[in-house]
């Protein structure tokens, strides 16, 4: 049985909490689809952690942790992190990576920082990862598999054919310095013995897993908004956010994914530059992210202050819409007992007329939010384990953007830990 857990909206709704809450009764986790340039917070009782290639199953010893052939691989990263970790007392997690994923080179880091640089002011607000780089190159055909790595006449012949295109590039366009075949192959085989305890041929491993009823979870990063076919282009990520990218990424049927949880933060945030319809500025804007997340919406890998918003009826419709959504988990609820009132963004006016339907991006720079005023609740909900003891109005707040969205919201999470979590029976889950 698969179950993903995916971000409807543009990420950073908690699905790095969720993940790890469904952790508790799953076999296996899997990352299937980007890279370390965005992260997950979680906090458990090993303390507070920011996992950027790890899926967030790395902290419980019954599971089995995956990085799929879909995810962008920085190997030095990963093996920071694994240190990172077990450096706290985490048990060594048991981590596999795929045969078939393809690795983040030390150029494409340095192309994604020269092409910003570039842009200037066009820049797309990159975290410089990398991650763009490295998709068009997988694209490209002359991108680096893991499997590759092992094979050494292989590597030797590509690395230097690659260069050749790689330093015309960086003397040409960015008149920056060249880079050395020798020492790039070097640096592969610093990789190839990082990398070698974990690698494995993960399609095989799941097929195995799926017959012997072994439960896996999909970990999805960004959201649906982010996409690059359904998102917001091209202020997108280079892969795919989809629940449907799961099977690809993983390396699974299709038909497997049995529930796909959509995780929905209860306001909106952003990271990046393009268009967010719902935005908000100034002190109002300034409260609601020092409030945020478990200690500001700042980015946790880059530090960055996000952007703030209104929930947003429209494209958290559209979002659930796209990512298949069986349940929505919705989040950070606890954070909006400040506010006597709280907007909500139910509809978009672009050109005069309102709808409801999440438009392409050429219309959606022109949407102007339509607001609907609800009441604050004016209490603090954290430690409430069980639906009825919510306050009439957070319910009234959670029962309205349901019927807005139109899907099941039967997780509510009101605070940063495993525990803080109610579940509710919804008259839309069929
Ligand atoms: P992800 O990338 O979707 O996993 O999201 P992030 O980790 O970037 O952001 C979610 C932030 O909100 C993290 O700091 C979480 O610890 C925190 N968080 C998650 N769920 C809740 C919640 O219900 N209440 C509060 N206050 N914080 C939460």
Redesign the pocket.
């Known amino acids: 049985m698969v179950k993903a857990v995916v ?1 409807a909206n543009w ?7 969720i993940t790890d809450m469904m952790a508790e009764s799953a076999d296996i986790i899997v990352r299937f689809q980007g890279g370390a340039n ?6 458990n009782n090993y303390g ?1 952690f920011a996992l950027h290639t790890l899926p ?1 199953g790395v902290f419980y010893s019954h599971t089995t942790s995956i990085i799929g052939n879909g995810v962008a691989l920085n190997i030095p990263v990963l093996m920071e992190e694994i240190k990172s970790i077990t450096d706290r007392n985490v048990p060594m997690p048991r981590i596999l990576v795929s045969d078939r994923a393809q690795i983040v080179m030390p150029y494409h880091i340095l192309f994604d920082q020269y092409e910003e640089e570039r842009l200037g002011k066009k820049s797309f607000g990159s975290t410089q990862s990398g991650i763009a780089p490295f998709y068009s190159d997988k694209y490209a055909k002359i991108g680096f598999q893991v499997s590759e790595l092992f094979d050494e006449q292989t590597l030797r012949e590509k690395v230097y054919r690659i260069l050749e295109t790689k330093n015309i590039l960086l003397s040409q366009l960015y008149h920056k310095k060249t880079m050395e075949g020798g020492e790039l192959l070097a640096t592969l085989h610093e990789y190839r013995d990082m990398i070698a305890p974990y690698v494995c041929d993960v399609s095989a491993f799941l097929d195995k897993a799926l017959k012997e009823g072994k439960t896996i979870l999909l970990e999805g ?1 960004l959201g649906t908004l982010k996409d690059p076919d359904h998102g917001i282009y091209p202020m997108v990520t280079s892969s795919s956010t989809l629940a449907a990218y799961g099977a690809i990424g993983a390396g699974i049927p299709p038909y497997e994914i049995k529930e796909i949880i959509t ?1 929905c933060k209860a306001y909106s945030s952003a990271v990046g530059a393009g268009a967010f319809v719902s935005e908000i500025f100034g002190e109002e804007a300034d409260e609601l992210r020092r409030r ?4 500001g919406e700042f980015g ?1 890998t880059t530090g960055r202050p996000r952007r703030m918003g209104w929930f947003d009826c429209v494209a958290s419709k559209y979002g659930c819409r796209l990512q298949g959504t069986t349940d929505v988990a919705f ?5 909006l007992g400040y506010l006597d009132e709280i907007p909500v963004c139910t509809g978009y006016e672009i050109d005069g007329e309102v709808t409801t339907d999440f438009p392409v991006t050429t219309k959606l720079e022109k949407a102007k939010p339509v607001l609907t005023v609800l009441p604050g609740w004016k209490c603090d909900i954290r430690g409430i384990r069980s639906y009825e003891e919510l306050p009439e109005n957070c319910r009234r707040y959670i029962e309205f953007i349901e019927q807005q969205i139109g899907y099941p919201i039967t997780m509510v ?4 830990g495993r525990e ?1 979590i109610i579940y509710r029976e919804s008259p839309l889950k069929k």
């Open positions: 971000g990420g950073d709704e908690g699905k790095g909490k965005a992260g997950h917070t979680i906090v507070k967030s990063q995780v945020g997340g478990d200690g946790a989040t950070v609820l606890d954070v999470s009101n605070g940063p803080d």
